[in-house]
């Protein structure tokens, strides 16, 4: 369980994981943030990390997210 103190520095963890394209692991830290808090900015980044680890992303891809969508 993430207390409120820890959040930030999960959520940040989480989201370098993300932009680094280690898209499993940051999924495993969004969910978990997901679980305990309902945190709904992880729940947008696990949604994306499901969606990468589907279909990843170019080598050359700048952490920039396009809408399939509206």
Do not use: H
Request: hydrophobic share 40%.
């Amino acid at each position: 369980m993430i207390d409120n103190l820890d959040i930030l520095t999960v959520f940040e963890n989480a989201l370098a994981k993300y932009r680094a394209q280690q898209f499993v692991e940051a999924k495993i830290i969004f969910d978990e943030l997901v679980q305990s808090k309902t945190d709904v900015p992880s729940r947008m980044y696990l949604e994306r990390c499901s969606e990468y680890i589907s279909n990843p992303p170019t080598v050359d891809w700048d952490g920039v997210y396009t809408a399939k969508t509206k």
